[in-house]
């Protein structure tokens, strides 16, 4: 079946910092990626997506490729802020037995930003 | 335009009894699935609703069930509550199956 790994956190870096965390993936066929960021006591908010090979994901600094060979896509930032302080989620939808599409989750990483 | 809203944020149980969480959609939104995230893991699936009809489900037992009204809005039921079934609920809406549009959740306590 289909499944997302993610590097195990937390992840505590200072401001400023450059931010990568690793994301890569087991699908049949073409899924699309997304990012899904979570701050405390909320729910789960999309960061960015790409739904084909090579495609960038970007928003709010973060970014993350589609690498279809490496079957990855990892976020990254280039200098984080106290602010960007969450928990971050990769996910893909991808089709599953009886044609239908379905989202599914890595374990998520802390990622703490200190000042 | 509001977003997914779910209801109550907060519930506390004991074991055995049953519960209902309530999800309305992002306008526009005509599907609604439902996750359950236990502290520090990443959201399961549930189900997933679509047209009144559940349309696919995950590896939860039929304690979990759900219902969508014709307005799209959900309701998920848990019935004879175990205590690992202390969870973030999540409902998330869309408009075809992605992206996906999550609410807050409902913090449910088994004690």
């Known amino acids: 079946g289909n499944s997302v790994t993610q590097m195990e956190g937390p992840v505590t870096l200072s401001e400023e910092a450059f931010l990568t965390i690793n994301c890569t993936y087991t699908?049949?066929?073409?899924?699309?990626l997304f990012w899904y960021v979570q701050y405390p006591g909320e729910g789960l908010q999309l960061l960015l997506k790409?739904?084909?090979?090579?495609d960038k994901g970007s928003n709010k600094g973060f970014e993350a490729t589609y690498r279809k060979e490496t079957t990855s896509f990892h976020l990254e930032k280039g200098s984080v802020q106290v602010s960007d302080s969450a928990v971050y989620f990769c996910?893909?939808?991808?089709?599953?037995?009886?044609?239908?599409?379905?989202?599914?989750f890595g374990t998520g990483t802390k990622l703490q930003v200190i000042p | 335009d509001a977003g997914v809203t779910q209801s109550p944020t907060h519930l506390i149980k004991t074991r055995g009894q049953q519960v209902t969480l309530r999800c309305s959609p992002k306008?526009?939104?005509?599907?609604v699935s439902w996750y359950q995230q236990a502290l520090g893991q990443g959201p399961q699936f549930i189900f997933q609703?679509?047209?009144?009809?559940?349309?696919q489900r995950g590896n939860f037992p039929d304690r979990f069930s759900g219902h969508q009204f014709p307005n799209y809005s959900s309701e998920l039921n848990v019935n004879a509550l175990l205590l690992g079934d202390s969870a973030l609920y999540l409902c998330?809406?869309?408009?075809?199956?992605?992206?996906?549009?999550f609410g807050n959740g409902t913090r449910l306590t088994v004690t």
């Open positions: 998330a809406s869309s408009a075809n199956v992605v992206p996906l549009h």
């Open positions: 790409a739904t084909k090979a090579d």
């Open positions: 609703y679509y047209e009144e009809e559940e349309r």
């Open positions: 996910a893909l939808s991808g089709y599953v037995s009886g044609g239908y599409q379905k989202v599914t």
């Open positions: 306008s526009g939104h005509d599907t």
């Open positions: 699908a049949t066929g073409y899924p699309s």
